[in-house]
Structures are given as structure tokens and as C-alpha cells.
């Protein structure tokens, strides 16, 4: 069941539409998403990265795992580590940009 909503609703349901509102909204806000990429067995091709980052411009930071594989979240513990500290940035500058967006 959860293969098939990640099929459904992530990986076969958002594309060029949806992932061009979410760079303006990046835009919007002045929050720089982060995208995270695998450098093992990832799911992301180059080519569709460079697509993504033509849309999304400097809205978006490519962040790279070369040790990781595609689930880079149980990746070996340089790779967590590496990751963590990466979520951890982004959910304090997405608090801050709340923060600073609320007073709008």
C-alpha cells in the first residue's frame, strides 16, 4: 500500500506543474528549498535535475550523497549524520522565514 501512494501521489503524481510552484513559492518566501540527492542508486537522473534546476533557479540547493543510497536517510552513519545536519538547516530557515512572513 505505501509503495503504491508513493507511486500515486510522489513519484508518478508531481511534476513540471507542481514542482514550479513549489520554486515560487521558494521564491515567494525567500526559503531555499534544499533538494537531496543520492549518489547510490538514486532516483533522480541528471538529466531531470538539471530540469528541476532550470525551473527552480537559485530557489532551490542541490545537496549532494555521494556515500548514500536511495533511502539516504538509512544510509551509512556519515551519511545520516550528513543528513540530519542538512534537515536540521532547513527546518530552521523555514522556521525563521515563518517567523519573518507571519508579520506580513
Known amino acids: 500500500m505505501a509503495q503504491m501512494l508513493a507511486w500515486d501521489r510522489v513519484l508518478g503524481g508531481v511534476g513540471e506543474a507542481e514542482w514550479t ?5 521558494c521564491k515567494e518566501t ?11 542508486q538514486s ?22 550523497f555521494p556515500n548514500a543510497g536511495h533511502s539516504i536517510h538509512n544510509a551509512n552513519k ?18 525563521k522565514s515563518a517567523k519573518k512572513n507571519s508579520t506580513l
Do not use: T, W
Open 78 to 95: 556519515q551519511s545520516v549524520d550528513e543528513f540530519d545536519r542538512h534537515v536540521e538547516r532547513v527546518m530552521k530557515a523555514a522556521a
Open 43 to 64: 532516483a533522480c537522473n541528471e538529466g531531470s535535475l538539471q530540469e528541476m534546476r532550470l525551473i527552480s533557479g537559485p530557489a532551490v540547493e542541490l545537496v549532494r
Open 21 to 25: 510552484k513549489c520554486a515560487q513559492r
Open 30 to 40: 525567500g526559503i531555499v528549498a534544499a533538494l537531496f540527492v543520492a549518489g547510490i
